[in-house]
């Protein structure tokens, strides 16, 4: 049998096989963000538990804007301990984690806070003015503002404690 | 418990199932009966294992289990019951399990019917159904197993996505579309049967002859209930759109369709033996490859399954069958030589052969097409999304050749027509062609490809007629038969051929309804207050009521409308929109008004608050029906082509016995 013959097959298969491996490095659905670089839109947020911020008060503070929402199932679950932790760990470091619960009822929100037994300031979106502002296509999304009041990255999905603290250690 | 005994029922079957595919190579190899035996009740073993996983599935579905994570992400208290059963299939994790099922099913029918005729070939064949049945148990036994369990387990479930909960044939569409794609593993199987043995004469063609019609029958309705469901659920009132996951779907049929009409060469004329191999390696390539698009994520799909990570695994898999078919098509090629030759360039051979390339060619496109964004990020870095404007203009124009070829296939003499036979055969439909071109021109009909389009489905239909038509009337003459009785004594006598023509006219039947569908579409959007009106072709179309209310799962707002033909009132349409609780678009849901001369689709945008006005999107897509008749006429050719033969199943035993018993032939 001549050599190009048995050569053909790994010849032909190999670049395909290439291109479908090279299909898993890229995420067709990601859509960059243009609000990446530019400064925050404002808000305030009025708390669940009574309290208000909002970007102005927050300057210089670097922030973790995380949208989310109690029917989120799996993925906000996934995410609630993450941030919290996060939280924890930096919030004597000058970093704010806030977090903006969307198309929700508040009976549910508020059940869902005292699951995770979250600590960070968390607050609904009436009007949904926040997540049109931020461009919000899903739940959840979180923003990393930084000091500056410019949004530093902007993630889609549920977060990870290795994922937040490598994005918070950036800002800081 | 389910949990358990789901993860054990798994586990077991994968060892069960790599066993045989050991055994039963080994034995086949050694000359062991005991191996080869033993792997033929691994068949069976597995297929027991897999018909219990799935009642264990819906059991845990129905019910409503939610301790085991997929029931929790696929069913919920509110979900109703139908929709709750076919949950199995409407996520990864539960199709894997489905997909397992129906291969081991196919396996187990392979090893029943072949078993005897096949001694040979069929240890070998056992080996490759069993080796890929351990893939795909392997997946569903570690990264994707519908089993795994959740702690602790949530008061109710998300329920199974919106969109699969909206129309009854979700119920049919996948498992369908799965038996059509697993079905081709039959005779890949014994294509590898025969270049492992090296025996590689026609007997592995007539082995799978009857299986990729099967194969190829599921497949076709499964891609067609495919466009009847996004036309019915997805309101856009289309029913294809090039998404990858459909053309992930077409390649198997387009590469299977190539493969059923090259088989006949080979039968015939002993020729196009290596393609023939390459052609079913490709399609079953193809099937998972089509799996492999819906659950890896690479591409942007309306399709795409929650991104898991079973598509490196798939990948691999993809990889070895390959290079492994392809290396031993290699290996073998010296024994796989033409013994025919081409004789004419107008034959049967030729017709077949072109039909081949262009639906080679047909599937090359709609893979660059769907693998082009891939392509264009890997080599230049940009995103790009290749659309309907490609495929058209790529692929229209091969589907034309594609059914004058058909029209002639069937009725073009092997080796060398004579003119003579040519003109006998084909002055008649190609006047009704020219005909049926004018009449469509006179009707509207604007533009080349419309027109084509019109007139070769007129001449490819008139072929398959006329060739009724005259073995009818030979019947009648000789046998003085009725109508219907010639016919269906002239169907049986040759049920591949008729099966074949029959198959041919539903093929006519949807191209002329997606021409027409698409030439002749009309669409309007209007907002319109109560009591008023609008107009769109012969209808008109008046917005009396918008009424909401609450169910179990979903809160429901929907729309009366009343419908006129020439002031009097043909229906009343009720386009509504759902919203589900876990989901923060609503799901709009058509009505669509269907008639054998045109379907009327109507879509509810939006309205305000108060219900004093709508916005209404009116479609009219004239013969789509023709679509899905066209559809079910093709399953039926198929039904017609596979039909068993009372004759050759009877005559079969008494076969085997002269064989066995030598002194009494």
């Known amino acids: 049998m001549a050599t190009w013959k048995k050569l053909i097959v790994p010849i032909v298969i190999t670049p395909i096989l290439l291109l479908l491996a090279y299909g898993f490095k890229t995420n067709p659905r990601q859509v960059p963000s243009p609000l990446v670089g530019n400064s925050a839109p404002p808000f305030a947020l009025s708390s669940f538990d009574g309290g208000t911020t909002g970007l102005e008060q927050l300057r210089g503070t670097a922030i973790v804007l995380n949208f989310w929402a109690s029917w989120c199932f799996p993925a906000c679950f996934e995410e609630a301990p993450a941030l919290e932790a996060a939280w924890r760990a930096y919030k004597d470091r000058g970093v704010m984690v806030l977090g903006v619960d969307i198309q929700d009822r508040e009976a549910d929100a508020k059940a869902f806070i005292e699951r995770f037994k979250l600590s960070f300031p968390n607050g609904p979106d009436p009007q949904g003015r926040m997540s049109i502002d931020y461009g919000v296509y899903g739940v959840p999304e979180t923003f990393f503002i930084n000091r500056e009041g410019t949004i530093h990255y902007k993630h889609v999905g549920a977060l990870t404690k290795q994922m937040l603290q490598g994005k918070i250690e950036e800002m800081l | ?665």
Not at chain 2, 284 to 298: E, K, N, P, V, Y
């Open chain 2, 1 to 665: 418990m389910i949990s358990t005994l789901g993860r054990f029922t798994m586990a077991l079957a994968l060892g069960i199932a790599l066993y045989g595919a050991i055994v039963s190579i080994l034995g086949a190899r050694r000359r062991k009966p005991a191996l080869i035996e033993s792997g033929r009740g691994a068949v069976f073993a597995v297929f027991g294992l897999a018909t219990f996983a799935v009642l264990l599935m819906e059991a845990a579905l129905v019910g409503r289990d939610f301790s085991i994570q997929y029931v929790a992400r696929n069913a919920s208290l509110g979900t109703p019951l139908l929709y709750t059963v076919i949950a199995m299939w409407g996520a990864l994790e539960g199709s894997i399990l489905l997909w397992i099922w129906i291969l081991a099913f196919m396996s187990l029918l392979a090893v029943v019917i072949e078993g005897k005729r096949n001694r040979e070939a069929m240890p070998y064949a056992t080996g490759v159904l069993l080796s890929i049945s351990a893939f795909f148990l392997f997946l569903a036994a570690f990264p994707a197993n519908p089993f795994t369990a959740i702690f602790p387990p949530p008061a109710d479930g998300r329920g199974p996505n919106p969109l699969l909960q909206n129309h009854p044939l979700m119920a049919i569409h996948p498992p369908c579309l799965y038996a059509g794609y697993v079905g081709w593993s039959v005779p890949y199987a014994f294509a590898m049967a025969a270049l492992m043995t090296g025996r590689l004469g026609e007997e592995w063609i007539r082995t799978v002859r009857r299986w990729s019609i099967v194969a190829w029958g599921f497949l076709t309705v499964g891609v067609i209930l495919g466009g009847w469901w996004s036309y019915e659920v997805l309101g856009w009132g289309g029913y294809w759109a090039w998404d990858p996951v459909e053309n992930a779907s077409l390649l198997p049929w387009l590469t299977g369709t190539a493969f059923l009409h090259s088989i006949m060469i080979q039968e015939r004329r002993k020729m196009l033996k290596v393609w023939n191999l390459a052609l079913i390696i490709t399609t079953f390539a193809l099937t998972i490859f089509g799996t492999f698009l819906t659950r890896s994520g690479i591409l942007s799909s309306v399709h795409a399954f929650s991104e898991s990570t079973i598509g490196p695994l798939f990948l691999a898999f993809i990889g070895v069958i390959l290079l492994v078919s392809f290396g031993f098509l290699v290996y073998r090629s010296d024994g796989l030589k033409a013994e025919g030759d081409l004789d004419s360039l107008v034959s049967r051979e030729t017709a077949f052969l072109m039909n081949n390339l262009l639906l080679l060619g047909f599937a090359f496109a709609v893979l660059l097409g769907t693998l082009f964004p891939l392509i264009s990020e890997a080599v230049r870095g940009v995103k790009v999304s290749v659309g309907e404007p490609f495929f058209n203009k790529v692929n229209v124009p091969i589907g034309l050749v594609l059914i004058f070829l058909m029209a002639i296939g069937p009725l073009i003499a092997w080796r060398r027509a004579s003119l003579d036979s040519l003109r006998r055969n084909f002055s008649l439909p190609l006047l009704l062609a020219f005909l049926g071109t004018g009449v469509s021109s006179i009707l509207g009909v604007r533009g080349l490809y419309p027109l084509l389009a019109f007139s070769l489905a007129m001449f490819a239909a008139a072929t398959v007629i006329q060739e009724f038509a005259r073995g009818v009337r030979a019947r009648r003459q000789i046998s003085g038969e009725g109508y219907l009785t010639a016919l269906s004594n002239l169907t049986r006598r040759s049920r591949r051929r008729y099966g074949g023509l029959i198959v041919h006219l539903g093929v006519v039947l949807v191209v002329i309804g997606i021409t027409a569908s698409t030439v002749f579409r009309l669409e309007k959007e209007v907002s319109l207050k109560r009591g008023e009106s609008m107009h769109l072709g012969r209808y008109q179309v008046r917005f009396d009521d918008l009424t909401a209310w609450q169910e179990a799962h979903r809160f429901v707002v929907q729309g009366t409308f009343t419908v006129l033909n020439a002031n009097r009132q043909v229906a009343e349409m009720r386009p509504s929109k759902r919203f589900y609780p876990s989901e923060q678009q609503p799901i709009g849901t058509v009505d669509v008004r269907s008639t054998p001369r045109e379907d009327l689709y109507l879509i509810l945008s939006s309205f305000t608050q108060d219900g004093a006005s709508a916005t209404l999107k009116v479609l009219i897509r004239p013969l789509v029906m023709w679509i899905w008749i066209g559809g079910a006429v093709m399953a039926l050719g198929a039904l017609v082509a596979i039909w068993p033969d009372r004759r050759v199943l009877a005559a079969e035993p008494v076969k085997e016995r002269v064989a066995w018993q030598p002194g009494r032939s």
